[in-house]
């Protein structure tokens, strides 16, 4: 009898893209909460600043 040899290249093919479809659905998800933490930050040394006199909430013109 001669048995034939499977073929597993597609197979580990699916799985490769799988794995990276994980990799860039978990990457995604963690660049938009550090984006939304970072974006928080910012408004809060803003809202600090604010309170204090030292900035004010609207963005002045540079003077050439």
Do not use: C, H, W
Request: no cysteine; net charge positive; charged share 15%.
């Amino acid at each position: 009898m001669i048995t034939r040899k499977s073929d597993k290249r597609g197979q580990s093919l699916v799985e490769y893209g799988l794995v990276l479809a994980l990799i860039a659905i978990v990457a995604i998800l963690v660049v938009k909460a550090v984006g939304t933490k970072t974006a928080s930050t910012f408004d809060n040394v803003q809202t600090q600043m604010t309170t204090s006199g030292i900035a004010t909430t609207s963005p002045t013109a540079a003077s050439s």
